[in-house]
């Protein structure tokens, strides 16, 4: 295991003891807390005493030790979980996007709703390659359509956060992830993940163009939703 700690190590961390657990159902497996965990599946056999139930330290939503291990293995497996419930991160969540390249620059022009400010142009490019473990299917092949990806910000005060927050993104591999695209139906190919993106410069043809005057709160939420907030980048 990475960081040289077993899956359940790390979701201990993240847990307190619960030595009476509530009469209430489990919302990982739906069996009571205070019986054995529903989990059946592979990978958590004799590594903790079926009937463990643990309180997450700050949310306070409590699960079976071993569903919370099976939940953390279906995962990417980086050290950190989260609440399936209120969505807290423990620890530093990273997604699974390919290797590739982010690049900006500022275009001297205004985007539609910004006649103030300059714009600020990222340029994603993520080539073809093969699915690794952290993926859905591991040694299949994935493809990488319509890259490079360009995407537009205002280059204001706000714009320049969105950006240095985005880069952070990009560094935890969460603005792709490989799977289903929803607009094209194709299987194992570079989606985007849940960061929504500007990719029209002076039309708003598709709805992912300008004017948008709540698209950098939305993107500032969506971003602290995976974990990256503007208070963590100012230390
Ligand atoms: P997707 O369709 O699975 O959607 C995932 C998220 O991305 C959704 O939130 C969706 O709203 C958003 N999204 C979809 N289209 C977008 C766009 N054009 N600009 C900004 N956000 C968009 O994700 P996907 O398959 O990565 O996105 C589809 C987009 O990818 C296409 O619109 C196109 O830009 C590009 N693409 C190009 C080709 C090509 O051959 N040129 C092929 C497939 C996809
Ligand atoms: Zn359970
Ligand atoms: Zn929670």
Redesign the pocket.
Known sequence: ARKGRTPEEVVRRYLQKVRNPPEEDCTICMEALAGPSGYKGPGVGGISRAESVGRLSQCGHQYHLQCLVAMYNNGNKDGSLQCPTCKTIYGVKTGNQPPGKMEYHVIPHSLPGHPDCKTIRIIYNIPPGIQGPEHSNPGKPFTA??FP?HCYLPDSDKGRLVLKLLLVAWDRRLIFSVGT????G?TD????NEV????EFGSNL?G?GYPDSGHLDNVLEELRAQGIAEEDCLR
């Open positions: 359509r319509g990806r695209s929803s607009t094209t194709e190919t570079v989606i985007w929504h993106h500007k990719t598709t992912h």
